[in-house]
């Protein structure tokens, strides 16, 4: 059974989960020779009676490629996992602009069904070194209860920025913890993701699969073993943010000792290279 444990000092919160450990392909390998049958492709085809009525997702089920399940090795009592399609390969990149759009109008909507519960945090793990246990494309939603406290950053401000189209701006705030992250802020403050307009959407899935590729690019230029690595989140409360963090470095004992990140990329220059990379991408 999962438990939150307080530190007292500073009022953070460990989740401790030991049911998780038996989860499939849960121990970290970054073995891809080794291509055990895919949970999710089943999961994806056959969705069982007692997922169907636990979570009542006929109407989530039915919209484009998108299908939600009830995670079976839960984080939390709310913990669902969202099938961005039925391929183990193709993702946001590769999606037409449609399926992007259906899969963060499943955020919204998910996000809209939970919000009663807690903090919603939607979440995307790719690639073993970026947290991800399972290889088929999906995302994640999980409830925290309303009464512990995040350590989520707040939006930061608006500086190094990459792009902006009508409803969005895309940049490398200052306070960058990880080389080449991004910020996506909707330019219309003080809202949650719940209430993000379907015009926002189309903007929004625009810039996220364009902002991937450049991604993937990057990680390409740079020639890094683990390309393809990389997490994204919503931020759960107002003023809502998608953040997209490739991994393009690990934590060292610095930065696990002392809580201090060690960026060693200026963001500044960073958001000039990202801006011409982009440039180049549809
Ligand atoms: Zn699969």
């Known amino acids: 059974m999962a438990r939150f444990v307080p530190d007292v000092a500073t009022h953070r919160w460990v989740l401790i989960t030991p ?14 020779t080794e291509k055990p ?7 994806y ?6 997922q169907m009525e636990k979570y009542s ?20 009592d709310t913990h669902e996992l969202i099938i961005h399609g039925p391929q183990d390969s193709i993702d946001i990149e590769d999606f037409p602009q449609t399926q992007v759009e ?22 995307n793990n790719r690639g073993f070194l970026a947290g991800g246990s399972l290889q088929h494309p999906h995302s994640q939603l999980v409830v925290i209860p309303s ?42 403050k003080g809202g949650v993701y719940a209430d993000v307009a379907d015009e ?15 991604l993937l690019i990057k990680s390409e230029e740079l020639r890094k073993p683990d390309k393809g690595n990389y997490n994204f989140y919503i931020f759960p409360q107002k003023d809502w943010y998608l953040r997209l963090i490739p991994h393009f470095k690990h934590r ?26 982009l440039e180049k991408v549809k």
Not at 45 to 50: A, D, I, L, V, W
Not at 252 to 265: D, M, P, Y
């Open 200 to 214: 926002e959407i189309k903007d929004l899935a625009s810039l996220l699969k364009r902002l991937i590729k450049v």
């Open 19 to 32: 049911g998780r450990a038996s989860r499939p392909h849960a121990s970290i390998s970054v073995d891809e």
């Open 102 to 123: 259906d899969l963060l109008k499943v955020y919204r909507n998910r996000f809209q069904v939970r919000r009663e519960r807690g903090h919603v945090i939607i979440f």
């Open 45 to 50: 085809q056959n969705p069982t009676p007692e």
């Open 147 to 188: 009464q512990i406290n995040l350590e989520a950053l707040q939006l930061e401000p608006i500086a190094n920025v990459v792009d902006e189209n009508q409803f969005f701006t895309v940049y490398c705030p200052e306070f960058s913890q990880w080389p080449y992250e991004m910020w996506l802020a909707p330019k219309k």
């Open 37 to 43: 049958s895919c949970v999710l492709c089943l999961a």
């Open 57 to 76: 997702l006929q109407e989530i089920y039915s919209l484009g490629n998108i299908r939600v399940i009830p995670n079976k090795f839960p984080i939390t």
């Open 252 to 277: 060292g004992g610095l930065e696990l000792g002392t809580g201090v990140s060690v960026n060693e990329k200026d963001p500044a220059v960073v958001s000039e290279e990202l801006r011409l990379l």
